[in-house]
């Protein structure tokens, strides 16, 4: 059974910085795309990031871009999201999903396995 827990949400005050880590359990961590969603208040579950397996290839959302970033850590089967010059609309509960293959997706319907979240919110 795979397992994803994360950690490091919290509240900061915009401009500010947190970093969001991901440790997964379960299947071969390696194997398999990482990715970051986030959910607000009233709205859809949206894309932020993703990771391939060997961290070869990234991909971010436009809203995020240049201010997020996303790394792994296989020999610690840990994800990470690293977001600077936080947004008070960066507000949000933060989920870490592992894909069912290799690749890069923002497809939400790829992700086979999901953490409960971690909330994020950004004061003005």
């Known amino acids: 059974q795979v397992q994803l827990a994360e950690s490091g949400g919290g509240l900061v005050q915009a401009g500010g910085s947190l970093r969001l880590s991901c440790a997964a359990s379960?299947?071969?961590?390696?194997?398999?795309?990482m990715g970051w969603f986030r959910q607000a208040p009233g709205k859809d579950r949206e894309f932020v990031a993703a990771?391939?397996?060997?961290?070869?290839?990234?991909r971010y959302a436009d809203s995020v871009k240049d201010r997020f970033t996303i790394s792994r850590d296989n020999a610690e089967n840990t994800v990470y999201l690293q977001m600077n010059s936080l947004k008070p609309e960066d507000t949000a509960v933060y989920y870490c999903?592992?894909?069912?293959?290799?690749?890069?997706?923002?497809?939400?319907?790829?992700?086979?396995?999901w953490g409960q979240g971690t909330q994020v919110t950004v004061s003005s």
């Open positions: 990771i391939s397996w060997g961290a070869y290839s990234t």
């Open positions: 379960g299947r071969t961590f390696s194997s398999y795309a």
């Open positions: 999903a592992q894909a069912d293959s290799v690749v890069v997706t923002a497809n939400l319907n790829n992700y086979a396995y």
